[in-house]
């Protein structure tokens, strides 16, 4: 089974940072990786696909970039709507989540 | 628009079964693999199953297989999941999921509201 880790598991940061999450993969999947972000009492929202592509009406200030095991999400400037907590998910075999970023207010 | 609705869910004693079901619209349902997602209160997503369009491939996680079991009725664009021998490991939300390609290697971009299951006695 592939296991994806996430670090950090909670971010404390102010508006305006630039924000970076790391997720690694226990073997290359190659661009098969996801990016969601949840917020309290919601489903995920799909943010990034194919480890770089961002979806339809996502902001700008997410990004995302890597390749076989090591995948950064950016957000350049992190605005008071994305305090949340953030997934990474790869597809290339089965399915797994990280464990999950909290961005919190710092 | 596109759409999926969780329902089914509730309070089952432990060992108990359970069957979720989630109505799909706005989309080719019969044309789309769909999965079965989970999170513990307070914990992260896991995934639980697929199910090809045809209904003919199912995968499940290690922590589901044989006791659960997915299904789908394309004649009434509606998925199933059949949950039996619950313990309290299985209390979550639940969450129908699929893809606008409807292909399985691709990153999940419908989601329903979930539906919540508590495994109590």
């Known amino acids: 089974d592939i296991q994806m880790t996430q670090s950090p598991s909670t971010l404390s940061a102010s508006v305006g940072d630039r924000v970076t999450i790391t997720c690694r993969a226990s073997?290359?999947?190659?661009?098969?990786l996801a990016w969601y972000q949840q917020k309290p009492g919601k489903a995920p929202k799909l943010l990034i696909s194919?480890?770089?592509s961002l979806e339809s009406g996502v902001p700008s200030r997410f990004s995302g970039s890597g390749s076989g095991t090591e995948f950064t999400l950016t957000i350049s400037s992190l605005q008071p709507d994305d305090f949340a907590t953030y997934y990474c998910q790869q597809y290339n075999t089965y399915w797994t989540f990280g464990q999950g970023t909290k961005v919190e207010i710092k | 628009q596109v759409q999926v609705v969780e329902s089914g869910g509730g309070v089952v004693q432990p060992g108990r079964s359970l069957r979720l079901s989630c109505a799909a619209s706005g989309f080719t349902f019969s044309t789309h693999a769909m999965h079965w997602v989970r999170q513990a209160p307070g914990k992260g997503l896991e995934w639980v199953t697929l199910i090809s369009y045809d209904g003919i491939n199912k995968y499940y996680a290690d922590s589901v297989r044989g006791r659960f079991t997915i299904s789908r009725d394309n004649s009434k664009n509606t998925l199933y999941l059949q949950m039996n021998s619950l313990g309290a490991e299985d209390t979550a939300v639940y969450y129908c999921?699929?893809?606008?390609?409807?292909?399985?290697?691709?990153?999940?971009?419908?989601w329903g509201q979930g539906t919540m299951v508590t495994v109590s006695s």
């Open positions: 999921a699929s893809t606008d390609s409807g292909s399985y290697r691709d990153a999940f971009d419908i």
């Open positions: 194919k480890a770089s």
């Open positions: 073997q290359s999947i190659s661009s098969w």
